[in-house]
Nanobody
């Protein structure tokens, strides 16, 4: 059974930091790109950041570039999203996903983890 389990969300003040984790199981981790997506209330889901498990190449949305860092521990089948200098507009449910092409083609999704940034 494929599982993507997010953790590390919560409430933080603006300017603070959080680290999200995504533990993957049930598929060959190295064959997939892993990405973080988010959906704020009343808004469409957007791709935040992606990493290729095979070559480590990364993608960042313009809105988070320079503030967020994605990394992967292939030995643990886990991807992290370090989020610094958080802003209230970063408030959203953050989802981890795995797919053949990130962010455009994702096959597996986690259940999501709420991040709330207070002003």
């Amino acid at each position: 059974e494929v599982q993507l389990v997010e953790s590390g969300g919560g409430l933080v003040q603006a300017g603070g930091s959080l680290r999200l984790s995504c533990a993957a199981s049930g598929f060959t981790f190295d064959d997939y790109a892993i990405g973080w997506f988010r959906q704020a209330p009343g808004k469409e889901r957007e791709g935040v950041s992606c990493i290729s498990s095979s070559d480590g190449s990364t993608y960042y949305a313009h809105s988070v570039k320079g503030r967020f860092t994605i990394s992967s521990d292939n030995a643990k089948n886990t991807v992290y999203l370090q989020m610094n200098s958080l802003k209230p507009e970063d408030t959203a449910v953050y989802y981890c996903a795995a797919g053949s092409s990130c962010p455009s083609s994702m096959d597996y999704w986690g259940k999501g983890n709420l991040v709330t940034v207070s002003s």
